[in-house]
């Protein structure tokens, strides 16, 4: 079927004008564009009315579904009041409620919520926090961060200073500030080149030989609980959260956790940090906060750290950061509308089945050739393909094996992205149990497709 006019025309002002996110525009540029107009529940529907599955919850961030009547209401409600007024110098109703819901439903210990725009900002913040404390104190020794080997913690220069993923921050390391590295538990391809059954976990030794060494120099560690998001979906293995609290809280450094991909339910419980019941002293969140539908984040904080910016009646301090649209009402109204319905409609309880059933539905897939390993937590998933399972070794970068795969799934009416060569599922928890089927029907049959083809 020849595309509308429309569609073409379209397409055109896109390659004429629009610079996308992580895109290489010579390959962009290339084919035609996938122009998404409408959408409804877990579907997404383009200019030309095809319907596709969103496999990747709009990258992460999607929960109930599109066009979700509650949160379109909650929306429109608050547009009839107002969409936005500052809370420099002024509150707002809807600012108020959501930071006392937040705290209700957030890992215990944090009392203050400070509130942006995106997961980086978040990060930004927390960071920005973590060092201040320690300074508030009198200690300005504290100027350097750990984080993990891996990590990902987003774009802006601070946040990409603690992360790692090397295709991401390889063009700015000049730029970027120096801290220390502790080995994350990817076991499949351990940094340590150890193996799960004999480790001990080992790699826990090696930040606590981090801390123990340089602890007076660390204002905070960074990690993100359970699974590494951009990693690839590194999953850890249970207690390392746990360790990661017991040893930063041993060594006196501030614990940031970042569930800007894990929270909302992702994990299969609303906050990752839940499963081993660890107390961050600084929460980052935004992805899934607004349901999907508005970019608003959050840092939340203890009472101690919000204090220690206070300073003293003869000498009153600040925390001199903000963003223009910081805490903005629409997104504070659909937020507080997305935590109604994880209430209402227990939506945590009702995904337990869909986990479960994705389990099973992804067992046969370690079987396949090319599928090295299948990572899954909650309905977080990464299929990492390798050229050979006996040695682990990946396939040519230049072949793109992950993109094509992703590019047929796309013909079968679905939505996904990799991450390299590990192809990434994250549905919204409003998936059916038919759609999982559908999903974990499809992602095979076009790894099948592709590999084979790279085999001739
Ligand atoms: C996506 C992500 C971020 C960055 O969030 P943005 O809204 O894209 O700035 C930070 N941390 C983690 C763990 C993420 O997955």
Redesign the pocket.
């Known amino acids: 079927m020849p595309l509308k006019k429309e569609t073409k025309k379209l397409a055109k002002a896109d390659h004429n004008s629009l610079w996308h996110p992580f895109t290489r525009h010579l390959e962009w540029e290339e084919e035609e564009p996938l122009i998404i107009e409408r959408a409804s529940g877990n579907y997404l529907i383009d200019t030309e009315g095809r319907r596709y599955l969103d496999g990747i919850s709009s ?2 961030v999607t929960v109930h579904g599109h066009r979700k009547k509650e949160l379109d209401q909650a929306v429109k409600k608050q547009l009839r009041k107002v969409a936005h007024s500052t809370l420099l110098g002024l509150s707002s109703v809807v600012a108020i409620e959501l930071s006392e819901k937040l705290i209700k439903v957030a890992p215990s210990g944090l009392k203050k919520v400070f509130y942006s725009d ?6 930004e913040i927390a960071l920005k926090m973590a060092f201040h404390f320690s300074r508030a104190g009198g200690d300005t020794k504290k100027t350097k961060f750990l984080s993990f080997t891996g990590a ?5 220069v601070g ?1 990409m200073s603690v992360g790692e993923v090397d295709a991401f921050v390889t063009q700015y390391k000049p730029l970027l500030f120096k801290g220390y590295k502790a080995p994350y538990p990817y076991c499949y391809r351990c940094p340590l080149k150890k193996e799960p059954a004999t480790c001990n976990l080992e790699c826990i030794k090696k930040l606590e030989e981090i801390l123990k060494k340089n602890s007076s120099t660390i204002a905070g560690c960074i990690i ?1 609980p359970l699974v ?3 990693a690839g979906m590194i999953t850890s293995p249970p207690g390392f959260l746990k360790e990661v609290r017991r040893l930063t809280k041993k060594y006196n450094v501030l614990l940031i956790v ?5 929270g909302f339910g992702r994990t299969g419980k609303l906050f990752a940090s839940e499963h081993e019941k660890i107390k961050p002293d600084i929460l ?1 969140i ?2 899934g906060l607004t349901g999907g539908y508005l ?1 608003l ?1 959050a840092t939340l904080t203890t009472e101690a750290i919000f204090k220690s910016f206070q300073g003293t009646k003869e000498s009153p301090n600040a925390f001199y950061h903000g963003h223009t649209y910081t805490g903005n009402p629409l997104g504070c109204a659909v937020a507080l509308a997305n935590l109604k319905i994880f209430k209402d409609d227990k939506t945590i309880e009702k995904i337990q089945p869909k986990i479960k059933l994705l389990k099973n539905l992804l067992e046969p897939f370690k079987d396949l050739p090319f599928v090295g390993e299948v990572r899954q937590r909650g309905l977080m998933v990464g299929i990492e393909l390798v050229a050979d399972k006996k040695t682990k070794k990946p396939f040519p970068q230049n072949k793109r094996t992950g993109a094509k795969i992703c590019r047929r799934a796309r013909e079968r009416g679905l939505i996904i992205r990799p991450l390299g060569d590990t192809i990434i599922l994250m549905p919204p928890l409003s998936i059916k149990e038919s759609e999982l089927r559908k999903i974990t029907k499809i992602v095979p049959d076009c790894i099948k497709a592709e590999t084979e083809k790279n085999k001739e």
């Open positions: 990258l992460w995106s997961g980086s900002t978040s990060v990902y913690h987003g774009d802006t946040s993100e590494q998001g951009a970042d569930e800007v991909a894990t980052c935004a992805k970019p984040a």
